[in-house]
């Protein structure tokens, strides 16, 4: 039988863990704000160590989802769902089931999408128990994988990035290292391979590896070496955390533009001390809510062109940018701030 318990967590509107011992599901569900609408984010598998290793990644993933909704302009507000398990074994169906009324039991305060680990036939189960849920097949009525959005977004954040730090708006025959071949990080592969690009690739998954050497002839480079490599843009779509004391003095690109979510370990001391390094870093939640963007214009708003929006990514962009020359500060904490702005305004109006 699921059971399930409420946390108290300073600064977020609703925080539960689940538990159906039969079902074999342990999961958070962490609802960070809904000032600007019900929070939509993502559920993500990982083989936590502990139900407090989770519970943080649940915080700091829904935190992220807030303030990525906020800085793109869309009426939702963050949260996200985080399942203990390993997310290469087949999913069974009670487990999905379970998850389904866990989110049915917030009532819509949270709205559930895929992220790593989660695909859109695994939405499609749990959309049997709940309604609350964004991404479902587009056979089951929703607007199916949003992963390519999230890289056409990237690409539009990686144009400007590249347009702050080199002064040129031509991507042709750049050197680019992808963290994560996965649904996010495989169809940058593809584009930059279109534009005769250096590409470097790490996965931890061999088989990936082998498939992008064998169709782009890609170098492959050892997981823990990728961050090193000597290139124009490095972009982290696998993990959070990738950029963090051992990694960072290491770094061998002169741009940082990823999918990765919350990409600094430690989000006060990291942000300068890349920018001490001179590396331009374009903040994880402007540069990957292409995902977001897709779900909340195909499914909220019933729209279907996104163009527009995924541009305006490079306009956020290029607004953060301005203001960390201006101001001296790091990208990540300016962005953190209009995002917050957007918020107060919208509580006080
Ligand atoms: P995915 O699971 O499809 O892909 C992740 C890939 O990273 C996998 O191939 C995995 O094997 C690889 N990986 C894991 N650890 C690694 C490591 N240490 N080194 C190299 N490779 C490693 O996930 P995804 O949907 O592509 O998401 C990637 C990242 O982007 C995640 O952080 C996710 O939260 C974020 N994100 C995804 C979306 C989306 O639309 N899917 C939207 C916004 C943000």
Redesign the pocket.
């Known amino acids: 039988m699921l059971k399930i318990k409420e946390i108290g967590a300073k600064g977020y509107e609703k925080v539960i863990v689940g538990k159906d011992s039969a079902a074999g599901l342990h999961a958070v569900i962490a609802v960070h704000n809904t000032v600007l609408g019900p929070g939509l984010g993502?559920i993500?598998m990982q083989p936590y160590r502990s139900e407090k290793e989770a519970l943080a990644d649940a915080l700091r993933l829904s935190k992220a989802m807030t303030y990525k909704a906020a800085i793109s302009h869309l009426a939702i507000g963050g949260g996200k769902a985080v399942v203990i398990g390993n997310p290469q074994k087949p999913k069974s169906k009670k487990m999905l089931l379970a998850l389904g009324d866990m989110i049915e039991s917030l009532g819509g305060r949270y709205l559930a999408a895929?992220?790593?680990?989660f695909y859109c036939k695994d939405l499609d189960v749990i959309a049997q128990r709940t309604k609350h849920l964004t991404g479902a097949s587009p056979s089951m009525g929703g607007s199916g994988d949003?992963?390519p959005s999230?890289s056409k977004g990237i690409i539009v954040g990686i144009q400007t990035a590249v347009q702050e730090r080199f002064k040129t708006v031509n991507l042709t025959g750049i050197r680019i290292a992808i963290?994560?071949?996965?649904?996010?990080?495989w169809p940058l592969l593809e584009f930059f391979h279109s534009l005769h690009a250096e590409i470097f690739v790490?996965?931890?998954?061999p088989e990936?590896c082998r498939e992008a050497q064998k169709r782009f002839g890609v170098k492959i480079i050892l997981?823990p070496q990728i961050h090193k490599i000597e290139a124009e843009v490095f972009s982290p779509?696998?993990?959070?955390g990738g950029l963090n004391p051992k990694t960072i003095p290491g770094l061998g690109a002169k741009i940082v533009a990823g999918?990765?979510?919350n990409q600094f370990l430690d989000e006060k001391k990291g942000p300068s001390a890349l920018m001490k390094r001179e590396i331009l870093h374009a903040p994880d939640f402007v540069i990957?809510a292409g995902?977001i963007i897709h779900l909340f214009v195909k499914e909220i708003l019933k729209k279907e062109d996104l163009t527009p929006w995924l541009l305006k990514i490079g306009g956020t962009l290029r607004e953060i940018f301005r203001l960390s020359r201006l101001e001296g500060t790091a990208p990540l904490p300016i962005a953190v701030r209009l995002a917050e702005e957007r918020i107060r305004r919208k509580q006080s109006s």
């Not at 895929?114 to 680990?117: A, I, K, L, N």
């Not at 963290?179 to 990080?185: L, P, R």
């Not at 790490?202 to 998954?205: A, H, L, Q, T, V």
């Open positions: 993502g993500r895929e992220d790593v680990g949003c992963s999230t963290q994560g071949i996965g649904k996010v990080g790490s996965d931890i998954d990936k997981p779509c696998a993990l959070g999918g990765a979510n990957n995902g």
